[in-house]
């Protein structure tokens, strides 16, 4: 989460067998092959997206989202369900709870996403999502297989929270 949210990078492979987890805490990373850099501006609007659920801010949601390039056609757009739908996503971060992950959440995270959503249509994909979907499916797929449980919410709404600083900004890039 600091990685995209705070450094605006993320390695895209959540394979379990690139990383070293040590003792101390620390981790080696093994495989670089699957790095993405984002716009720092990209990063801002996906986080005023990420505060508008963590913050139950259903009305400023739908412009958020557009603002994030993930309306295709807002006319045809259902709002209602796009809601529903995100709040089950950021689910593991909207408890102050452990939340473990489960193949049936991700199953109902499939059902949503692909075979009952209402915006199929609708939606638009910017390009910087891909890497992202990557990331969150594998990802959700390894927690699944391991049960993984834990408090998410904590951590997830610090690095939404926080200041971004790229690792390596751009020339007269600011920070957000």
């Known amino acids: 989460m600091n990685a ?3 450094h ?3 390695n895209g492979d959540p394979h379990p067998g690139n990383y070293l987890f040590h003792t101390d805490g620390t981790v080696t990373f093994l495989d670089f092959g699957c790095v993405k850099k984002f ?6 609007r996906w986080k005023a997206m990420a505060k508008t659920i963590l913050e139950q801010r259903k009305d400023e949601n739908l412009q958020a989202t557009d603002a994030l390039g993930l309306i295709g056609k807002l ?9 529903e739908m995100m709040n089950h996503v950021y689910g593991p971060f909207l408890t102050d709870e452990p939340f473990t992950f489960t193949h ?3 199953s109902r995270t499939n059902d949503y996403m692909l075979w009952e959503n209402k915006n ?4 638009s994909m910017p390009a910087d999502f891909l890497f992202i979907n990557r990331l969150q499916w594998g ?3 390894v927690m699944a297989d391991l049960e993984a449980q834990n408090l998410y919410a ?5 690095a939404v929270y926080a200041q971004s600083i790229p690792l390596f900004a751009w020339r007269g890039q600011a920070s957000i």
């Open 104 to 106: 049936a959440h991700n």
């Open 8 to 10: 605006c990078y993320f």
């Open 39 to 44: 716009e720092i501006d990209f990063i801002s």
């Open 154 to 158: 904590r951590p997830f709404k610090e």
């Open 139 to 141: 990802l959700a797929a």
């Open 75 to 83: 006319d045809k757009f259902d709002h209602d369900f796009h809601w």
């Open 120 to 123: 199929r249509f609708s939606s």
């Open 4 to 6: 995209i949210f705070r």
